[in-house]
């Protein structure tokens, strides 16, 4: 089975600074997809950015980017350039590629981080 | 809009009633799910469905029931509240292959049982 670990229950960031958060899985398939999700008070799960492990190249999405280690199954998001409304919780998820069935198209996530964002 | 309708948003139960949370999406997803959300826990699976008539258990299944007659629709019934039971859920929904494999999540409901 796969386990997604996000160890930092908390972090924080000056407004317009650089943040990363951290995120590590567990998985014997070779073929999967990473995901960050996005959850602001409001509660709303909202998808960030996401990344495909047979492509090498790192996604970005405007000021987001990750750092896929698939060696190390690391998956880091950064942000940059913090805004106010990026304070929210961040939770590190994972979906199988390698059959779509209804058993491996379920996201396991990670325990969620939340990020506060200072002034 | 396209995309999933959850209701309702908020409710409070006593011990031992039942209740019904609606799951509905337009954007002919086959997959479809429930998650419950907890302090410290992340969002975890309760059941799911890969399409009208088929449904099966996620991690944590006691004490819920779901049913999929239809391809948009998909509630999940508490059949007798527990104080355990006081969660926020989450209904969600993707294609099985194709897409971009993420999901498209409902609102939520916060469910108080007291």
């Known amino acids: 089975a796969q386990t997604v670990t996000q160890s930092q229950p908390e972090m924080s960031v000056q407004e317009a600074e650089t943040v990363t958060l951290s995120c590590t899985y567990d998985t014997s398939e070779s073929d999967y997809y990473l995901f960050w999700y996005k959850q602001p008070p409001s509660r709303q799960m909202i998808l960030v950015i996401r990344?495909?492990?047979?492509?090498?190249q790192n996604a970005t999405e405007n000021r987001f980017s990750v750092n896929f280690q698939k060696a190390a199954k690391s998956f880091s998001l950064k942000i940059s350039d913090s805004q106010l409304g990026d304070a929210a919780m961040y939770f590190c998820a994972y979906r199988s590629a390698v059959a779509f069935t209804g058993a491996n198209s379920k996201l396991t996530f990670g325990k969620g981080i939340t990020l506060s964002v200072r002034p | 809009n396209a995309g999933v309708t959850q209701t309702p948003k908020f409710q409070v139960l006593k011990t031992g009633q039942s209740m019904t949370l609606q799951c509905a999406q337009d954007?002919?997803?086959?997959?479809m799910s429930w998650y419950r959300q907890d302090p410290g826990m992340g969002l975890r699976l309760i059941h799911y469905?890969?399409?009208?008539?088929?449904?099966d258990q996620g991690e944590v299944p006691n004490g819920y029931n779901v049913s999929r007659s239809t391809t948009e629709d998909f509630p999940l019934r508490l059949l007798s509240a527990a104080p355990s039971q006081t969660s926020v859920y989450f209904c969600?929904?993707?294609?099985?292959?194709?897409?971009?494999?993420?999901?498209?999540f409902g609102s939520g409901t916060r469910l108080t049982v007291v």
């Open positions: 969600a929904s993707s294609y099985l292959s194709g897409g971009n494999y993420g999901y498209t």
């Open positions: 469905s890969v399409g009208a008539g088929i449904t």
């Open positions: 954007m002919n997803h086959e997959y």
């Open positions: 990344q495909e492990a047979y492509k090498q």
